[in-house]
């Protein structure tokens, strides 16, 4: 095409206004604006909840122990919940640092949270510390099972809530 | 109200709103985005009787989430409430998510993470406790302890203090 017949073409089309239709387009924006407003869960924080817990740490406590340890030593809790081999419990048993005879606990988790909130709101009604809790579970049971004693845990309002693996029980004289 | 004889009927700007509707559409897809990366679908989290409810507690957080592994190829899929022999593991931190077939991947993405903690924030503040980001941890339910334990040593062992499990708050059923 020559020089001359484009400009031409080009004064033809002048006059014509070019029209975007926004009519159509802002209708798709609306029914795509609407179908993720219904596919993004605005309640979506309302389906997990949470349980927070400290990691022990690596190797012997080295901190120095304060006035008050030297007086009087806090009493820690240490829970060991045994497995049946199919991953659900066996067996719950608390043993503490001033009484290391295992006590037997309730293996239900409601029972289970009742005897330990009570446990905890006689030590604050003595005025003491709420004690720490080392939680150990047998490698075997299942997370379902861990989440459930763990949750009941929390509830008591111990000082600190640690999970870990079940030590294995120490021999006579060894 | 109809239009004088002769002159042609006002027409609203509606390029405003279609530009602010488009936005709004982008905005909703990048977070709904977001959102199913940071929840993986294939974990299916235990169903606690007793949780508290989510707090925003926190300036940074990383999330593991440890699965099942899937399938090989011919194989069917398994049951989702059976226990589960091998799993995988997935981190979401800032904004991607990286699969890892081992602890020891995670370890070191954890560690990476920490040091970059670390580097961020003032010596003082470090030594107090703060600064770390918070690691979630979304375990499926049919784990056992062992193979949650592992990662919650990995966190340790590297420095964080803290951990947070997540579970369905009872009564809610996830979509």
């Known amino acids: ?174 | 109200m109809s239009a004088p004889a002769g002159e042609e009927p006002e027409e609203p700007d509606l390029t405003a709103l279609l530009d602010l509707v488009l936005q709004l559409v982008m905005f909703f897809l990048a977070v709904a985005r977001i959102d199913n990366e940071m929840r993986d679908q294939s974990v299916v989290l235990p169903q606690a009787s007793i949780a508290r409810s989510l707090t925003k507690d926190y300036n940074k957080i990383v999330i593991v989430n440890l699965f099942p592994a899937p399938p090989e190829e011919g194989q069917p899929a398994p049951d989702p409430n059976a226990r589960v022999g091998k799993v995988k593991y997935s981190v979401f931190e800032g904004y991607g998510v990286r699969e890892y077939g081992s602890e020891i991947e995670v370890k070191n993405a954890l560690k990476g993470k920490i040091e970059a903690d670390q580097k961020a924030t003032s010596k003082a503040d470090w030594d107090a406790g703060k600064g770390r980001s918070l690691i979630v941890l979304r375990a499926h339910k049919s784990c056992n302890f062992k193979q949650v334990f592992r990662v919650m040593n990995a966190a340790r062992e590297v420095g964080y203090l803290d951990i947070q499990l997540r579970a369905y708050v009872a009564g809610v059923q996830p979509r």
Do not use: W
């Not at chain 1, 209708?27 to 349980?51: N, P, T, V």
């Not at chain 1, 008050?68 to 045994?82: C, K, L, M, Q």
């Not at chain 1, 009941?152 to 309002?157: F, G, L, N, S």
């Open chain 1, 1 to 174: 095409m020559s020089r001359q017949g484009r400009t031409a073409r080009h004064h033809d089309a002048a006059g014509i206004v070019p029209r975007v239709p926004i009519i159509p387009m802002l209708d798709m924006a609306f029914q795509l604006l609407a179908f993720g407003l219904y596919c993004f869960d605005l309640s979506a924080d309302k389906i997990e909840g949470q349980l927070s817990l400290s990691l022990p740490r690596a190797g012997a406590d080295t901190s120095t122990p304060t006035t008050s340890e030297i007086t009087e030593p806090e009493e820690d809790y240490t829970i060991r919940v045994t497995s049946d081999g199919s991953g659900r419990v066996a067996g719950v048993e608390l043993t503490t640092s001033r009484a290391p005879t295992p006590e037997p606990l309730p293996r239900d988790i409601l029972p289970l949270a009742n005897d330990l909130k009570a446990r905890v709101e006689r030590k604050l009604a003595a005025n003491e510390q709420p004690p720490k809790l080392d939680m150990q579970f047998d490698p075997d049971l299942n997370y379902q099972v861990v989440f459930e004693l763990l949750s009941a845990a929390d509830t008591a309002k111990f000082k600190k809530v640690s999970p870990s693996l079940l030590e294995a029980p120490k021999k006579p004289g060894g």
